[in-house]
């Protein structure tokens, strides 16, 4: 794992401490990268599979291939 | 012990077709206590079937790109979580493909995938490929099955006992 120095301000920093210390969190570590993953699905305004597959519903020109065809394509491709 | 999941499981439960029902759900059964492990080449895979998605004209190049943002978010959570190990391809596993690529004649990902999940230990290899029904090593679970929930459901308290 790669170590990184993040900006926060001091009020958060002791919330997060106050979460370790009562077991909600493991450790500050784990709320920073939980909060990317959320974070990510946030920006993407996509939150599940389920609202993905009602969003490529919408999107698709043409039905995607199922996953057995998909992939057996990936691996026998030249 | 963990089960396998192949790559076609995961394109599956992102993609809006018939089988995600059944995907899906298996997704939603991994856990810290009953794991799912996948190789990292599983990433690389996903990444080309969606670029072919987008070649054939099916979606769009950003919309592939959005279901693969939402898939490595949420394996990235799964991983974090202790839900789902992602496994490297190691020197020692691509020498112990070699046998079942001249033997077996497999393919070359198939045959990483295949020793991934035996040097692993898994308890089963889970796949919609009805091509991996020759491989003989570990049970091999297709979420197609009429017992497929039944099945996965006695791993799951099997896991649990141990």
Partial sequence: ?78 | MPIYLDTNVFYNAYCPIEDRIAANWLLNQISSEFTGLTSEWTIAEMFRAFKKQVNLKSIEDNDAQIALNLFLSEIGEYSQKKKLLLIPVKMSFIMAARPLIFNQNLYAADAIHAVTAIQMNVDAFITFDSDFNKFKKIPVINPKQANFQELIIDLKVKNQKE
């Fill in chain 1, 1 to 78: 794992m790669t170590t990184i120095s993040i900006s926060i301000d001091e009020e958060l920093v002791e919330w997060l401490d106050q979460l370790v210390k009562n077991g909600t969190i493991k450790s500050r570590s784990e709320a920073v990268r939980g909060g990317i993953f959320a974070y990510v699905r946030e920006k993407l305004g996509i939150h599940s599979r389920e609202e993905l597959w009602e969003y490529l519903k919408n999107k698709q020109k043409k039905p995607l291939q199922n996953g057995v065809k998909a992939i057996r394509s990936v691996r026998e491709e030249e």
